[in-house]
Nanobody
């Protein structure tokens, strides 16, 4: 099983930056891929970015490419989401999610469907003001 705890959310002005963290723990967590999703009020939960514990493969939603960077620190069992050039449209609750590698990662790309991910953190609020 995998337990996930997000942190780092807050209020930031448009054009600013914020770094989110997702601390993972549990048995065989290295067998899972980690992803970030976000959900704005009245909207469906949307994929943001994903990464595996081992290997260089990452994937980003078109809406955040060039602005967000997902990274990992294996020694700390932590995944990060560096968010730059933030826009008011980025305002949402951000969730860390874990999915079994064989279910969410094919070897060349990640699934963007929330239903494929088995474990979720509690979410952290990101608010970008104009």
């Amino acid at each position: 099983q995998v337990q996930l705890v997000e942190s780092g959310g807050g209020l930031v002005q448009a054009g600013g930056s914020l770094r989110l963290s997702c601390a993972a723990s549990g048995r065989t967590f290295s067998s899972y891929a980690l992803a970030w999703f976000r959900q704005a009020p009245g909207k469906e939960r949307k994929f943001v970015a994903a990464i595996t514990w081992s290997g260089p493969m990452t994937y980003y939603a078109d809406s955040v490419k060039g602005r967000f960077t997902i990274s990992r620190d294996n020694a700390k069992n932590t995944v990060y989401l560096q968010m730059n050039s933030l826009k008011p449209e980025d305002t949402a609750v951000y969730y860390c999610a874990a999915g079994v590698l064989g279910t969410v990662y094919s070897g060349s790309y990640y699934s963007t469907s929330p239903s494929r991910y088995s474990y979720w953190g509690q979410g952290t609020q990101v608010t970008v003001s104009s």
